[in-house]
């Protein structure tokens, strides 16, 4: 008889730690996050109270309104640390990488797919909303998104491309807001297409670099090689 293995136990990830990081890298960039948390937490935990002494029940609402303090400050850290990370990371090399590689669901992103001397380069993700190439540097970078788009189409022939351009001028999308700008793109695909899509890519890959720490139509086949 095969004896049963043990199992392995899980290994929990220390949530104390992460926030302790989110913390600290959001106090780099703003180094009044400890008091706004706190004031947040005073501001509303001291509402409660005082509509407690209105209506003749301090302690209650008081005991009532510290978990919605609580939550509030903590509300408040999330939207400031976000901010911060964005901060964080601008003007790196591979920023754009890093933004694009933390979208959770949907989108698979293969960063530097193309890169000069200069550090300009172009990321490509792929979702349901078809292929999507980032480029993030100088103007440069433009020719290298038409490159892109060339090399794209050949190997997926009638697949959507789409071309973004990371920055803050006209016609390009600010690093803050290039998650959500994905995101939001129109569904094109269905999920075996992509799946199509994926696999014809995944050989081609991309180039090795440090990643900045701290979110087809209908009918169209892809044909074989």
Request: proline content about 7%; aromatic content about 8%.
């Amino acid at each position: 008889m095969f004896k049963k293995k043990a199992k392995e136990p899980k290994v929990k990830k220390v949530r104390f730690k992460t926030f302790r990081d989110a913390y600290s890298v959001t106090k780099s960039v703003k180094p009044w996050i400890g008091a706004g948390i706190f004031g947040v937490f005073a501001i509303t935990w001291s509402i409660g109270i005082s509509t407690g002494l209105v209506v003749g029940h301090p302690i209650y609402l008081g005991f009532v309104s510290l978990p919605v303090a609580a939550l509030a400050a903590m509300f408040f850290f999330t939207r400031i640390a976000a901010s911060a990370a964005y901060v964080s990371i601008e003007g790196q090399i591979g920023a754009g990488a890093s933004v694009l590689m933390a979208i959770r669901k949907g989108w698979v992103t293969t960063p530097a797919v193309a890169v000069t001397k200069n550090q300009d380069m172009v990321h490509r993700s792929i979702g349901r909303a078809g292929i999507v190439i980032t480029g993030e540097g100088t103007q440069a970078v433009r020719m290298m998104l038409q490159d892109e788009r060339k090399r794209s189409e050949r190997f997926a022939p009638g697949v959507p491309v789409t071309e973004v351009y990371v920055g803050d001028g006209p016609g390009q999308v600010p690093l803050r807001k290039l998650q959500k700008h994905l995101t939001k793109l129109p569904k094109k695909l269905s999920a075996h297409q992509m799946r199509e899509v994926r696999a014809r890519f995944k050989a081609v890959g991309g180039m090795s670099i440090p990643i900045p720490k701290g979110p087809m139509p209908k009918g169209v086949r892809i044909p074989k090689r």
